[in-house]
């Protein structure tokens, strides 16, 4: 099946390439945060394993870090799989539907996405301000740091709920119909 992206003509074609290259950057902006975290995470550990080996006491910060990057690291992950439309499904309904019929059926869901999402983060306001006043006691470093991914999460799926929603009203079957090659599994 052809996309109205590979269909489309002008005005249409330039402006879904934008909305794909928007997703890829969202994208991007989570396998950042994932390998910056994984890296961190276990150069901190290696560091206080060594560190113990050697001279019998490590880094007592090494334990609190995960507080703050293990949030951004699921964070990272969430968008991935949200930009990639690969997050947990049921597809049996879907792949019943006629094409049409899908791409109403994927309007409602994205639609459902961004409300949701849009919800988290207006009710996680009292979480981000109430930890402002949480301090990690080695490091130092405020709490908010690690709430502050759920902002990115959502923030973030609603984007890309957004995009998806434009790319189907432009038509466009936004579900992978090759499920073999989209299982992350």
Same mark, same amino acid.
């Given at each position: 099946? &052809? $996309? ?5 003509? =002008?005005?249409?074609?330039?402006? #879904?390439? #934008? ?12 396998? *950042?945060?994932?390998?910056? /975290?994984?890296? $961190? ?27 703050? #990057? ?7 992950? !969430? !968008? ?7 997050? *947990?499904?049921? &597809?049996? /309904? ?21 409300? *949701? ?20 006691? &080695? ?8 709430? $502050? ?21 432009? =038509? ?14």
């Amino acid at each position: 099946m &052809t $996309s109205a992206a590979s269909q489309g003509k =002008g005005r249409l074609r330039s402006f #879904l390439k #934008l909305v794909l290259g928007a997703l890829n950057l969202i994208e991007w902006a989570g396998r *950042i945060i994932v390998a910056a /975290c994984l890296g $961190s995470m276990f150069l901190a550990l290696f560091a206080n394993v060594v560190l113990r080996y050697v001279f019998g006491s490590g880094i007592a910060w090494a334990y609190e870090i995960h507080a703050l #990057l293990l949030p951004w690291l699921v964070s990272g992950g !969430v !968008v991935i799989a949200s930009a990639r439309g690969r997050n *947990i499904a049921v &597809t049996l /309904c879907s792949d019943m539907l006629a094409h049409r019929a899908r791409l109403f059926l994927n309007f409602a869901i994205q639609g459902i996405i961004l409300i *949701i999402a849009i919800s988290v983060l207006v009710s996680s306001q009292p979480i981000l301000k109430a930890s402002q006043f949480q301090t990690l006691s &080695t490091l130092g470093i405020k709490q908010v740091w690690g709430y $502050s991914s759920i902002a990115f999460a959502f923030g973030a799926m609603a984007i890309i709920a957004g995009l998806e929603i434009l790319r189907t009203l432009a =038509g466009e079957d936004v579900t992978d119909p090759d499920r073999e090659h989209a299982s992350l599994s």
